[in-house]
Structure formats: structure tokens, C-alpha cells
């Protein structure tokens, strides 16, 4: 009983909760998510008065209220006006949409009025708006400029898609907003790391190309930028310094171990004979230390001045270990034991021991070309 009855409690209360919110809502002004949450309630509830009351009062505000800010909108000296039209519009549907989809709603309000024409006259307005702002301010040809001329041809293209060539005006601010990177070929001063450094090479290229999609920076390799006929803003040096490859270490540990009570043979009598054996075991421990540091360096393309220059270090460390013993081998432990069956691991070839120091080397690189170009 006690349960039904804090089940009921809790449904009565959540009712109560949507019935308050939305009046409050219609109370304080905020008349369209008063209809949302109204219509909401009817869904489940098609004979909440209260519901339909706060539907009918919210619904003729909220109209009223976008209409007024549109003819203000119209006659305001703004000079992108027709976006806060067509915002209002989208709103005015988006409620009507929004009672034609509740039935019970529509017992409230039978007739709501959906502003499709106005709407599209309003968009291709605020598109014409937005494409001849971006076109002056690309004429300025300053990077600033055209970053916000980039952001004014996406808005002329959402307000009506592919309006006229706002596809290629995209693109073509988009260059000229985008600061240009020339990326030197990563420096190793040895042949046989080659394959190994040309992955390291192709995981920046792909890292740079994903940053270049959300982002004013544009990296290219050098054939590229000449292919194009472009100029640099920056150029990013990397090279591999003071690396070393294969360090090897092997130690030896030697114990002397014993177990106590192992049953070593028989009496004449047949009785077991418990005794104490030992053994001697020789542990060895291999490691193979590898590192290195990247040296990363920004310079100006028209000055050769430094701007930015960061060295990033990385290790790995290849581990192996094995074990003989002399003696009983029952004094050894079954880990023991199947160490000392463990013959010697061969160690990677050097290519795979350089690519391996590389990879926490990468997330540094990566991380430090992010926090750099952010301010760009």
C-alpha cells in the first residue's frame, strides 16, 4: 500500500510540475516554450484544461509577439534585418507545427497560419544581404576580413542553399582568410629509420589535413605550394635530434632457493622420506632503451624570423627476461619454472624500435601544433 501510494504521490507531483511550468513560463514571457510545454501536456492528457487554457493564451502572445518583431525588424536600420525576420518566421512555423501535430491541440486553436511564402522571401532577402556584405568585405584583401566574409557566405548559403556561387565565394575566402603553413619534410639523418619516419611523416599529414577543416590554417607541403603558386606565411621545420637506437642492457640475478618438506624418496618399509631441496637460479633481465627528441621550429616565410620553436622528448623501452638454475628443480616455483623454459626473445629490428619512441613524441607534436595555431 505504501508503495501505490508513493507511486501515486509521484505522478500526481510530475503532473503538477508541468501544469506550474508552463503557466510560469507564460507568466514571465517566455511565451513559445509556454505552447511547447503545453502541447507537450495535451499529448499525453488531451482533457487537461489547464493545459489547453495556458495552449490558447500563450499561442495568440507568442504570435503577436513575432509579428511585432518582424515589422520592427523590417523598418529597423540594422543592416542584417532580414535574418531576425527570418528567425521569427522560422519560429511562427515551428509553433504551428507543432499544434498541427497534437490533435487535441487542435480542438484549442483549429486554425494556425504557417508563413511559407513570407518565409522564403525573407530568406532570399537575408541571403542577398550576407553574400553582398561578404563580397566588400573579400575585396579589402585582409585575412581578418575574409574570415568574417567566410562566415557570411555560410550564412547566405543556409539561408537559401547554393545561392548563386556562394559554394566558390566560400572557397575562395576560405583561402584568403587561411593562414598558409609550408611543412618541411621531417629531417633523420640516417637511411635505415626511412620507412619508419615516412610513417611518422604520414600520421602529422593526415593530423594536419583533419585540423585544416575546422580551421583558418592551411598546411602544405612545399611541391604543393609552388604547384599552386602560393605564398607561405610560416614555415614548420621538424627534426629528429639526439636519438639512439638499441641501448642494450642485460642483468644478472642470481638466488639461492629451497623448499622445505618435498617428499625425496621411500624407506625400506615403504614409508615417505620428506626432505629439504634447493636449487640455484640465474635470472636474466634484458632491456633495449630507445629515445629521441623532435625538434619542432616555426619560422616567418617572408623574414626567416623564429616565431615558435619546442623540442619534445620520447623513450621506449624493450624488456625481456629468462632463467637457468642448478639443482633440484622442485625447489622452483611453477613462475620460476616457466621462466627458466623461456629461451632468449628476439629483440625488434631498430625501424620498429624508432617508430615506437616516436608515438608519445606524435601526441606532443600534435597538442603543441593545436595550442600554437588556435590563436590564429
Known amino acids: 500500500m505504501i508503495k ?45 484544461a489547464k493545459s489547453g487554457q495556458t495552449l490558447a493564451e500563450a499561442y495568440d502572445l507568442a504570435v503577436k509577439n513575432h509579428l511585432r518583431k518582424i515589422e520592427q525588424a523590417k523598418y529597423s536600420n540594422n543592416g542584417f534585418k532580414w535574418d531576425e525576420v ?24 483549429p486554425r494556425t497560419t504557417f508563413y511559407t511564402s513570407e518565409l522564403s522571401f525573407a530568406r532570399s532577402q537575408a541571403a542577398e544581404e550576407r553574400y553582398l556584405a561578404a563580397n566588400k568585405l573579400l575585396k579589402e584583401n585582409k585575412r581578418e576580413s575574409a574570415k568574417v566574409a567566410y562566415r557570411y557566405f555560410e550564412l547566405a548559403d543556409y539561408f537559401i542553399p547554393n545561392y548563386k556561387d556562394v559554394k566558390a565565394k566560400l572557397n575562395e575566402a576560405y583561402y584568403a582568410a587561411a593562414l598558409k603553413v609550408v611543412v618541411e619534410p621531417i629531417r633523420v639523418n640516417s637511411n635505415l629509420y626511412k620507412l619508419s619516419n615516412d610513417y611518422f611523416q604520414s600520421k602529422l599529414d593526415e593530423f594536419m589535413s583533419s585540423y585544416e577543416t575546422k580551421n583558418f590554417v592551411m598546411f602544405f607541403r612545399p ?26 642492457y642485460v642483468k644478472e640475478r642470481v638466488e639461492e632457493v629451497k623448499k622445505e618438506n618435498v617428499l625425496v624418496g621411500y624407506t625400506d618399509q615403504k614409508r615417505p622420506v620428506y626432505s629439504t631441496v634447493k636449487a640455484t637460479l640465474s635470472v636474466f633481465d634484458k ?47 611453477n613462475e620460476q619454472l616457466q621462466l627458466c623454459r623461456k629461451k632468449e ?21 600534435t597538442s603543441a601544433i593545436t595550442r600554437f595555431y588556435s590563436q590564429y
Open 287 to 333: 632491456t633495449i632503451s630507445s629515445g629521441g627528441q623532435l625538434d619542432l621550429t616555426i619560422l616567418d616565410a617572408r623574414t626567416n624570423r623564429l616565431i615558435n620553436q619546442q623540442k619534445m622528448p620520447g623513450t621506449f623501452v624493450w624488456k625481456d627476461s629468462w632463467a637457468s638454475y642448478r639443482g633440484d628443480d622442485r625447489a622452483l616455483s
Open 345 to 365: 626473445g628476439m629483440p625488434p629490428p631498430p625501424q620498429t624500435l624508432f617508430l615506437e619512441f616516436t608515438k608519445p613524441i606524435y601526441s606532443q607534436a
Open 86 to 109: 527570418v528567425y521569427n518566421y522560422e519560429d511562427l512555423n515551428a509553433l504551428a507545427e507543432a499544434i498541427e501535430g497534437c490533435p487535441s491541440c487542435q480542438k484549442i486553436i
Open 223 to 248: 611541391e604543393d605550394l609552388r604547384r599552386q603558386k602560393l605564398q607561405a606565411d610560416h614555415v614548420m621545420i621538424f627534426s629528429f635530434d639526439d636519438f639512439v637506437v638499441g641501448q642494450t
Open 4 to 48: 501505490k501510494a508513493l507511486f501515486y504521490f509521484i505522478a500526481l507531483s510530475l503532473v503538477l510540475q508541468s501544469c506550474s511550468s508552463g503557466t510560469k513560463l507564460l507568466e514571465k514571457g517566455n511565451y513559445d516554450n509556454a505552447v511547447f510545454t503545453a502541447v507537450k501536456r495535451l499529448k499525453s492528457n488531451g482533457a487537461h
